[in-house]
């Protein structure tokens, strides 16, 4: 770990993960955990798998039904030693998000949150690009609601973990060093939902892709500047897996390839939620497929038993893409701070007279 620091002193993250090497689900023992849209699909398979391994999960979802039944049966469970609780939450309306919050620490055993995973999402019928009433005399309001719930959203959860986070009690900063186990269970984690739509085009689904590659942009930010409250960040992108959001009309697209199946991306998040020496990464999750790495890197697909291939659901995307590309915007940080630096208090100086001429007019 120190020797990967000290190769790349200017990313603060932990080193790419290898998926071939098991983690403890039994780590999430004890923790605390909000997580939004975890009535159905992932949020549902996370819940049931964190709550079977002994953390205390708290549900903000709209869908009040699929919420309160998931957390009843749940509780109701013998192989389940956490406890899960279902509050309403829409993630558009911030005060929502505020009661969740404070909800889940009234709840919470020890009075704090280990871990904070924003999970809500929807796609559908995107407006943009439709086509629709050319001939009106003024445009329609478009709807964005996709925008709402997957980016404002998402925002709204961040900004209340970065208040919650930091003062989880017992807990300390995040550290690639940490030793997680089931009897240490304090934290401080952001989990994200990405997309392979945060990585690429998805067609016809502009506002989804929009909202998806600004949630890549935050992580990407957050995990630079989130270890500041000793807060660590992590993503999922999972490419199409079978939950009720993969509309009809988008499982008549994808005929003929493979969904992923929700199993695989709980493992993936709970891999991330249960292993804080985990900070800053982020995992694709597919179909389980038989692969071989190449030299080059590239992934080859292989019959099952070939020698030197794994089965995995899961990649880590373009992971040191990133880190150079993180390199590289320090070292161009770097040499604007030169520039000024050239520039000295002259240049300041005048910059700051031009601003006051600016400010009654002069050069606008
Ligand atoms: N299934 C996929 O193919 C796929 C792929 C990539 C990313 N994702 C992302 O994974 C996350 C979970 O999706 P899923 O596949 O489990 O879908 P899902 O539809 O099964 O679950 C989404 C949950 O979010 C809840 N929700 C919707 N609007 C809400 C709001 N305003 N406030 C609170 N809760 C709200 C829903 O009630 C539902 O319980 C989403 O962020 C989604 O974009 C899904």
Known sequence: MEDYQAEKPNVLQSPPLDITVPYDAAWVNHKVILITGGASGFGAGFVRQWTKHGATVVVGDVNVQKGDALCREINGASQSS?????????????????????????????????????????????????????????????????????????????????????????????????????????????????????????????????????????????????GLQGIRVNLLCPYFIDTPIVTTGARFVLAG?????????????????????????????????????????????????????IETAVFEPYADDWEDQDQWNRTFVKLLNMVQAGRGWMGWAQDIVKATLYSFGVGR
Not at 183 to 203: E, F, K, N, Q, Y
Not at 275 to 287: E, F
């Open 82 to 226: 956490g406890k899960a609780h279902f509050v309403h939450c829409d993630v558009t309306d911030w005060q929502s998000q505020v009661n969740l919050f404070k909800e889940a620490v009234k709840l919470s055993p020890h009075g704090g949150i280990d871990c904070v995973a924003a999970n809500a999402g929807i796609a559908g019928n995107d407006v943009l690009q439709q086509g629709v009433n050319l001939d009106a005399a003024e445009p329609p309001p478009p709807d964005f609601k996709i925008m709402d719930v997957n980016l404002t959203g998402v925002l709204y959860t961040t900004h209340l973990a970065c208040f919650w986070l930091p003062k989880n009690p017992g807990s300390s900063p995040c550290s690639i060093d940490a030793k997680p186990s089931a009897s240490s269970p304090r934290d401080r984690h952001l989990l994200l939902l990405g997309s392979v739509a945060s990585l690429g085009p998805i067609t016809v689904q502009p506002q989804y892709c929009a909202a998806k590659h600004a949630v890549l942009g935050l992580f990407r930010t957050l995990r630079v500047t989130s």
């Open 257 to 309: 390839g493979a969904l992923g199946k929700v199993e695989d991306v709980v493992d993936a998040g709970t891999r991330f939620v249960s292993d804080s020496r985990i900070l800053g990464r982020a995992l694709v999750v597919g179909p389980k497929v038989h692969v071989r790495q190449k030299e080059s890197g590239e992934w080859e697909l292989v019959t099952p038993g070939a020698p030197n291939s």
